[in-house]
């Protein structure tokens, strides 16, 4: 069968391998046949030798941690064959640490968990792959064309999880919310705060492509000035561009009682001057809480799949500005000019 590989430290040695064995049957009682995969940022560190290990005395890593496929068969009965299923990227450490040994491998704390398609488990950019009940997200019939969109709406709900178990800390009447980057993670994230009621607003710097009708579309806002020149004290910040001035200035924006959520990585290395102590004083007096917040557990991947099912699927196809035949592979791994939201590589093709 067919694979998306990697030699996990060598750079540019993507390739389709035309005759990938079968999964093993110790990966799981349930075979899917991938339907598409979603390409992020973390594929393209892979390819260029950033990050990524194969699997335990394996040269070559599957690529594709954001999964779609269909279920062939599962004799333990979880699911139906022809159901749609996602496989849940992150598995636990094998010691385990004391939030793995409870399921919340989202939160290890040792970093020995594995992932598929990033560190020592195989990915689903593969004809068909096998996961355990365990890790096997069913998905609503009606996801077919965009459930690749599950992994990333996963690390949206961790995040917004989160958000709201801080806020439970006081009474707490969130009104409105800024989000920072219209990325895949910017826009489910702005989705998630509008299926909750709240005033959403989105900042970009794109003018152009699809984000600002994208966001309109949701009733949220669209922003392209600097987060200080907003008039706007959010009560809570999702902040996903991981650009250092912005991480700054969304800390010092955020109302009392504010709670700011950092999901983009940056890459450090650039340093700015800026006021410590002043920061200081505003989270202070104003009760404020910085969190970061990555990955997700099942809990989040099963809330990810009812807010998904929930939205309008229009709106979510529209996310997918790319939809690459797997046999044009390294297509989907290379820049589509700068307008490109989420790219799939279509198995089925
Ligand atoms: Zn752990």
Known sequence: MRAVTVA???????????????????????????????VCGTDQEIIEGHYGEAPPGQQRLVLGHESLGRVLEDPTGTLQAGDLVAGVVRHPDPLPCPNCAVDEWDMCRNGQYT????????????????????????????????????????????????????????EWKPQ?????????????????????????????????GPKPDLVRALGATYHTETVGELDLEPDVVVECTGAPVVVLDVMCKV??????????????????DFDAGALNRALVLENNVVLGSVNANRRHWDRAAEALARADQSWLNSLITRRVPVTEYAQAYSSGGGEDIKVVLDFTA
């Open 8 to 38: 996990p430290g060598v750079p540019d040695s993507l390739r389709l391998d035309p005759d990938w064995p079968e999964p093993a049957a110790e990966e799981g009682a349930i075979l899917v046949e991938a339907l598409a995969v979603g």
């Open 115 to 170: 992932e598929h398609g990033i560190k020592a488990l195989p990915g689903f950019a593969r004809d068909r792959w096998r996961v355990q009940p365990k890790f096997a997200v069913g998905l609503d019939p009606v996801l077919a064309p965009v459930g690749m969109l599950l992994e990333p709406a996963s690390v949206v709900a961790k995040a917004w999880d989160h958000i709201e178990r801080i806020g439970a800390r006081a």
């Open 176 to 208: 409105s919310v800024l989000i920072t980057g219209a990325g895949p993670i910017g826009l489910l994230a702005a989705l998630l705060a509008t299926q909750r009621g709240l005033s959403v607003h989105v900042l970009d710097r794109n003018t152009t």
């Open 255 to 272: 109302g009392p009682n504010g709670i700011v959520c950092l999901t983009g990585v940056s890459s450090g290395g650039r340093t700015i």
